[in-house]
């Protein structure tokens, strides 16, 4: 048994950032990541970061006000205003502090941080170092870890949380790399762990985005908010669906259909390619359902010729070498085939601002967690932003949770309970026959999430696939591992975490069934408008154990700051 005052379960933007603060604090805290801190999806962000800084020559006028009504009418006013006013304040300290730590920003000739515009915004705000915003982000924080001397156990797999008596005591995590399972206590957790990408099998998200630790708290009783709200990206790869960023469109490129039209002129004439990404995916995607895709395929282009070599090799290099090598495609010569892709999770544990749940000593922020700030469409720019800015609240709260903490003994027996449990589950999953195979299963309900509950939602199309997801819910426990050493056994994990995978799904599917309306990302054929008078609430779903899915109920949005208007662009 291993003991620290904080465990921080992720080592990505979010959980070295709430890390940070705990450990400036003095507090004594460790990092649990399944790979090497720097390898978190964190770092594959490229587009940038927002904060109203107002450094664009066309952005002078930029503010946290304006930067908090563009994230709430993004949104589909479905944010928490008070949340999302406090991160529109809290962004432009927080970019400072990590220029400060040595994040190389790009530049305007005057030296100032350079700014570009993001769907969705009114103004250039989005900070980036070239195409590789999160990359650099990751590794200032990882420097700043480093330099505080954090204590990081990396390749652990953390597979529950050690909850005594309704409080979160610690963490069991799998040891790759020695094999065997350890109790980790501690007198609070940070769930920091990233999104679910991987639920679906049109995924911008790194494989190991399983949406881990929301199963993990959701288990444990925690609520997870607003699930049915998932991001598709516009632009990703037509082959791999890895991310085209939306600084391509920031930068100028051009979405073009089969018959050559820059199509985005009958949906957003205003914004054209840089409208909000759920309008801008649907609108692709109905191009391509109409057929007119290219040469009738179900795929268009993004253009970014017209930009020339330089811009493109000095803005965008990380975008180019990416469809070189994935698509085969130099984007200076040719345009990029993509298609709209699973991107982002909105939904989450359900936190409030300073990223606590509701059950004492667990905390949350990131992608994991849902705050929530980005209503029902995350603006391109804003989710680095959360990260970094709930992550260090996250940090800050712990602090204060320590001061008014009594007893700060975890319970022994306990934990040690919790690694018998797990060591069980997996003797189980070893010793069974499979007759189930657990990638197959994987991908079936992978596919079923495309297939079902993608861009176009209706009622008998997500009944379908409920049924279907039940179904896969009732063959889990027939699956098996293939291979049963102890040293970094990866199929273990890829197995043992399917179920967590099918839980998480079930929320997004009975969340996007029992939604009858159309909000942001979630969009029905057969209730296509927003209805504010019975659906302007959180959904909150519970985990229910022999049942194949959540018991769902709804909390009221933080109004207050801003009127609701129509969503238009
Ligand atoms: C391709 C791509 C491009 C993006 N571009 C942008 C952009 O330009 N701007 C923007 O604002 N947002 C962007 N995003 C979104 C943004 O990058 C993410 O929301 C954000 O980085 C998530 O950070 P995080 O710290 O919450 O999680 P992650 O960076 O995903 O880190 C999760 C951490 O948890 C660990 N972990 C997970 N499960 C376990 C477990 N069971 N046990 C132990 N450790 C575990 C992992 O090892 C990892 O260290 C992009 C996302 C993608 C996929």
Redesign the pocket.
């Known amino acids: 048994m291993i003991h620290h005052d904080l465990i921080v ?9 709430a890390a940070i603060e705990a450990k400036m604090a003095g507090i004594d805290v460790a990092v ?4 090497h ?1 720097a ?12 904060a109203a800084l107002g450094n664009h020559p066309n952005g002078a006028d930029d503010s946290w006000e304006r930067h908090a009504f563009d994230t709430t009418k993004g949104g589909d006013f479905l944010g928490d205003q008070d949340a999302i006013v406090q991160m529109a304040k809290d962004a432009i300290p927080c970019i400072f502090e990590m220029d400060h730590w040595g994040c190389p920003f790009s530049r305007f000739e005057d030296g100032r941080i350079a700014q570009r515009p993001f769907g969705g915004a009114g103004f250039p705000r ?1 900070c ?1 170092g070239a195409d590789k ?2 990359h650099y982000l ?1 590794h200032t924080l990882v420097e700043q870890a480093y330099r505080l001397q954090v204590k990081f156990y990396v390749e ?4 529950e949380l050690i909850v005594h008596e309704g409080l979160c005591q610690g963490v069991v ?1 799998y040891d790759m790399i020695r094999g065997g399972f350890e109790a980790f206590t501690a007198n609070a957790v940070v769930v ?4 679910y ?1 991987r639920i679906y099998s049109n ?4 494989i ?3 949406g ?2 929301m199963a ?1 708290a959701y288990r444990a009783g925690v609520p997870l908010k607003d699930m049915e709200f998932v991001q598709f ?1 516009p632009t990703g790869l037509r082959t791999t669906n ?2 085209m ?3 391509a469109r920031g930068e100028g490129a051009y979405l073009v259909n089969g018959l050559g039209e820059r199509f985005m002129e009958r949906y957003a004439p205003k914004f054209m390619e840089l409208a909000p990404r759920d309008i801008t995916a649907r609108s692709i995607q109905t191009e391509i359902n109409e057929g007119r895709g290219i040469n009738g395929e179900p795929y268009i282009y993004l253009d970014i010729r017209h930009l020339g070599a330089e811009k493109i090799l000095e803005r965008l290099p990380g975008i180019r070498d990416l469809a070189i090598h994935f698509e085969g495609v130099d984007a200076i010569e040719a345009p990029i085939p993509i298609v709209p892709s699973q ?3 909105m939904g989450g544990i359900d936190t409030n601002m300073n990223g606590a749940t509701i059950m004492p000593g667990l905390f949350a ?5 849902c705050v929530s700030v980005h209503g029902r469409i ?1 603006l ?8 970094i800015v709930f ?1 260090r609240r996250a940090g800050a709260e712990v602090i204060r949770f320590f001061a008014d903490l009594r007893e700060k003994r975890p319970n022994a027996r306990t934990a040690f309970a919790a690694v018998e449990k797990v060591e069980n589950t997996m003797k189980t999953l070893a010793d069974r026959p499979a007759t189930v195979d657990a990638y197959a299963l994987r991908t079936e309900m992978t596919v079923l999430m495309k297939e079902h509950f993608f861009l176009f939602r209706d009622e008998p199309t997500m009944k379908a696939g409920l049924d279907k997801l039940a179904d896969i819910k009732d063959r889990v426990s027939k699956i098996g591992l293939r291979w049963t050493g102890s040293i970094f056994n990866v199929d273990m ?1 890829r197995t043992y ?1 399917l179920e967590g995978m099918i839980d998480v799904a079930l929320t997004v599917a009975q969340g996007a069934l029992v939604r009858q309306e159309s909000r942001g990302s979630h969009y029905r054929t057969d209730y296509s408008t927003r209805d504010d008078a019975n659906w302007l609430k959180h959904t909150l779903a519970f985990y229910q154990a022999g049942v194949s899915g959540p018991r769902l109920d709804f909390k009221p949005v933080t109004l207050g700051t801003f009127e609701l208007e129509e969503r238009k662009y």
């Open positions: 379960v992720g080592g990505g933007l979010s959980g070295l950032r649990l990541s399944q790979v801190p390898r978190s999806h964190s770092a594959a962000a490229q587009g940038g970061i927002n989005t980036y915003t999160g990751l652990q797999y953390v597979t995590a920091a762990t990233g999104g990408g995924s911008t998200n790194a190991i985005n399983t881990s630790g993990m990206h890895i991310l960023s939306e600084a991107h982002y999770s922020a990131g992608e994991c967690a995350g391109g720019g804003n989710s680095l932003l959360e990260t992550g994990i975490e």
